[in-house]
């Protein structure tokens, strides 16, 4: 049987003999995002699959109140990690308000040197801003987090 490459980490496998339309590799990583794409796909098409593990989330909840409040309290360094990345969510936002701020003219025919230096260059497309010199230096990205296994 054909070698086959797997659609998730390119890597050459051969498929099984019962799956010979299988289209990634045995990792449990590659297996892991096969299952977790056709959940996805399945519950934007199909209304009553949605329904389905709706309620059942509702009634995990119902029928585990508090698991939250309690697994927040036993885990601080989680809330830490969460509280860090809502802070960049949030000063993500601020900055795509200046996103394609078309205020004044375009930089394009413009004489003006614009130069946007930190970790949030990259949200700032497009971005056109009076004809001047401007320098906007941001504090360097604090090290991420390692994530705690799961």
């Not at 205020?103 to 025919?109: M, P, R, V």
Request: aromatic residues 8%; proline residues 9%.
């Amino acid at each position: 049987m054909p070698r086959r490459c797997c659609r998730y980490c390119q890597a050459l496998f051969e498929p099984s003999k019962f799956r010979p339309d299988q289209r990634v590799c045995h990792q449990p990583e590659c297996q892991r995002r096969r299952r977790t794409e056709y959940h996805r796909n399945k519950t934007a098409a199909d209304p009553e699959y949605a329904q389905v593990v709706s309620d059942s989330r509702r009634k995990w909840r119902q029928a585990h109140p508090g698991y939250q409040k309690v697994w927040r309290q036993s885990h601080p360094e989680a809330q830490d990690r969460n509280r860090q990345l809502q802070h960049g969510r949030d000063a993500k936002r601020r900055i795509q308000v200046l996103v394609k701020n078309n205020s004044a003219l375009d930089l394009k025919h413009a004489a003006a040197e614009v130069w946007l230096i930190g970790p949030a260059a990259g949200d700032l497309e497009k971005n056109n801003l009076a004809a001047s010199k401007l320098f906007i230096f941001q504090p360097p990205a604090p090290p991420a987090a390692p994530q705690p296994a799961s």
